[in-house]
């Protein structure tokens, strides 16, 4: 190991470095540097068989048990640790070997723990309610364990015994190869095409350079960047089939081994969320599908067009393109948090001063944008600011995701700080509502407020209705996968362009979708975490109901919105969200979000019926 780390202290010399710029996170944070990542890599790995005294013995007192719980957490402590830093380094520079093999050793460390751990569900759950209830009883230290624990005792039954969750955790390792090779691919090897601008420049259209140029005012260069982005994929659709087949198997199979009747089934039941909050999500988008179709048409009567395509899902409603440079983003951002409070305003205010961000693009760093951490540490945020409208709205949705990270640990333990995605995105779609409201009110002109309307319905166009054509795409192929078929690239872009053309009015003339663009599926990073992106759409309907709630005054809204956020994960998120007021297994949020759509159309089309024709 010590070969090791010369030689990744050699290759990853500059991260540290790279600490004094205001616009690169601090990673020194979390490691003083490589050598200290090896030492306490080292560390763990020696106290991996720590554990091993407590197989058998969990059920001696209730003492035995709370000590040996608080020792796997703090090994999982420290593992978190290692993986961020790891993960962070890597992302800096998806092409360097080097920072991959560290974050391979770090996988490599965490399956070891779940190796040395796998015994803890099967003893637990052998051991029953009844006895840790009267343990916790007993021993006040098991009392922070009381919702880890619970949630262990109902999975009962699609827990295996002790072998057979040491092979499933001994096979973690080798069951991620189809979204290792997705990202490697789609992030630092993928051949991506020049594309001529409007003004005649020539750029290379790698993925932060496509969500730049496909909401061009151009109409000519949106279709040239679509066009040309797409058929990069297209001419990869049957290597991202095979990628995506073998992450649908990995789902289909560990539901099958842990009893569930389905890969829908076995992810819902993680955090125990009822099935109705995703068939109410689907039912309620195709029943409400005319709202989007509204919102199609007034764009096609706004921008003049006689045949409109799907390369002008994202074309600009007006001329006006306002600029969101760093400075003037965080600015906006911390003004339109204020009604979640001074000293949330005051810990973002901090935090971005304070090297937690990763902020701009560069040739091989990963795409995207996320905002993680470890216990203990501030979140990190990862960034590729292009100061438009859209990094703007990112930057406040990321910092929601930070502050409820950093709320949480504020106040719960490790074993419950962690919080259900179920939850999380609330917290990011939160802040990008404020944001709306905040630019509306503050907008010095009709051109300025049209922007910020259309961007508004455009983010509920995005966040919405695409997350739910997704979860309708995710929720088909994994049921055909569960059924024993088989998928290729091709049959997964015939499913996706149906879904395409249904939910853009496609056979109504509402939005013509060519059948390059069935392809959209395989640029979708989210469909490797199996049933992850309804909560997007969940999320942003539970999000405008608290953001009403904010904005209209009411005196306890702020409370229970951080009382949300502190929770973390100490109770199941499904309770936790209707706590605060929301019930996302029923039509409410829906038929408020809708309704909000409908108001945001109704002010554009006042807007334009004053204006002289």
Not at 389 to 407: D, I, K, P, R, V
């Amino acid at each position: 190991m010590a070969a090791l780390a010369i030689g990744l202290a050699a290759a990853c010399g500059s991260i540290h470095a790279a600490d004094a710029l205001p616009d690169r996170w601090r990673l020194s944070d979390l490691f003083p540097s490589i050598a200290a990542w090896q030492a306490e890599a080292q560390q763990v790995e020696a106290r991996a068989g720590d554990l091993a005294p407590c197989r058998g013995h969990l059920g001696d007192s209730a003492r035995r048990l709370a000590d040996c719980l608080d020792l796997n957490a703090a090994l999982a402590e420290r593992m978190e640790r290692l993986s961020a830093y790891a993960a962070l380094l890597s992302d800096e520079d998806t092409g360097l070997s080097a920072p991959l093999e560290l974050r391979q050793r770090a996988e490599l460390l965490s399956s070891r723990l779940d190796e040395a751990n796998a015994f803890l569900r099967p003893e637990l759950i052998a051991l029953g309610r009844a006895a840790i209830e009267r343990f916790s009883a007993e021993e006040p230290a098991l009392r922070k364990h009381r919702q880890p624990l619970n949630v262990v005792l109902r999975g009962a039954e699609h827990t295996l015994d002790a072998r057979g969750e040491a092979l499933l955790a001994t096979l973690g390792p080798v069951t991620g190869g189809g979204a290792a090779a997705y990202s490697i691919l789609a992030d630092a090897e993928l051949p991506w095409p020049k594309v001529r601008l409007a003004d005649g420049t020539e750029v290379v259209l790698d993925q932060a350079a496509y969500t730049q140029h496909r909401s061009s005012i151009d109409r000519a260069e949106r279709q040239r960047t679509m066009q040309a982005f797409f058929g990069t994929w297209k001419s990869f659709e049957r290597t991202f089939g095979v990628t995506i087949y073998q992450s649908l198997k990995r789902d289909a199979a560990y539901a099958k081994l842990r009893g569930y009747p389905d890969s829908l089934a076995h992810r819902l039941d993680s955090d125990n969320l009822p099935r109705a909050v995703v068939d109410m999500l689907v039912a309620q988008t195709h029943a409400n599908l005319p709202t989007l179709h509204r919102y199609l048409r007034l764009r096609t009567r706004l921008l003049k067009l006689s045949d409109p395509g799907y390369h002008d899902a994202y074309s600009p409603l007006t001329q006006t393109r306002p600029k969101f440079p760093l400075d003037r983003s965080e600015a906006l951002m911390l003004a339109a948090v204020r009604p979640l409070g001074e000293a949330y305003v005051s810990t973002v205010s901090g935090g971005l001063r304070a090297g937690w961000m990763d902020v701009y693009p560069r040739p091989r760093k990963r795409s995207g944008a996320y905002a993680w951490g470890a216990y203990g540490i501030h979140p990190y945020l990862l960034l590729n600011h292009n100061d438009d409208y859209e990094s703007l709205t990112t930057l406040a949705h990321e910092w929601g995701h930070a502050m409820h990270s950093h709320l949480a640990q504020q106040t719960q333990p490790y074993v419950t700080a962690d919080s259900a995605t179920f939850v999380a995105e609330i917290a990011s779609t939160l802040n990008e509502a404020l944001l709306v409201d905040h630019l509306l009110k503050t907008a010095r002109s009709d051109d300025e407020r049209l922007f910020y309307l259309a961007s508004a319905l455009d983010n509920l166009r995005a966040t919405f209705f695409r997350q739910a054509m997704f979860t309708e795409f995710e929720r088909e192929a994994h049921a055909r996968v569960d059924r024993g078929e088989t998928l290729t690239g091709e049959s997964l872009s015939r499913l996706y362009l149906d879904l395409l053309r249904r939910h853009h009015g496609h056979a109504a003339g509402v939005m013509r979708i060519d059948d390059l663009y069935g392809v959209e599926w395989a640029y979708i990073p989210h469909f490797y975490n199996p049933f992850y992106v309804f909560q997007y759409a969940t999320s942003i309907a539970a999000s405008s109901l608290l953001a009403d709630a904010l904005l209209s005054g009411d005196p306890g809204a702020a409370q229970r919105v951080l009382d949300l956020l502190r929770a973390g994960g100490s109770a199941d998120p499904y309770d936790l969200v209707k706590s605060a007021g929301v019930d996302l297994a029923s039509e409410a949020p829906y038929r408020a979000l809708f309704a909000r759509m409908n108001r945001l159309m109704d002010e554009i089309e006042a807007i334009e019926a004053r204006r002289p024709r």
